[in-house]
């Protein structure tokens, strides 16, 4: 395999990271939005606010690396 099948090899499975982090973030958006309606404003509510903080930094440092990764690919043909 070249260098350039493994890098583009990498960036898929960089990609197939990003849809499950987006997953995890709407997934989380929706039970702290259900905690939020039903006047639920504890702990866990806030617990739910700082991971979906946490995990949308990921997703742009994440997406940011991708880019990044795809421009090197026209020095490595």
Do not use: P
């Amino acid at each position: 395999m070249g260098k350039i099948d493994k890098a583009k090899e990498f960036i898929n499975i960089l990609k197939v990271y990003m849809g499950i982090l987006i997953a995890l973030i709407i997934s989380d958006i929706s039970g702290t939005a259900r905690l939020f309606n039903a006047e639920k404003i504890g702990i866990t509510f806030w617990l739910g606010i700082i991971s979906i903080i946490v995990m949308s930094l990921m997703f742009l440092k994440l997406a940011k690396y991708v880019h990044r990764k795809i421009d090197d690919l026209e020095e490595i043909e």
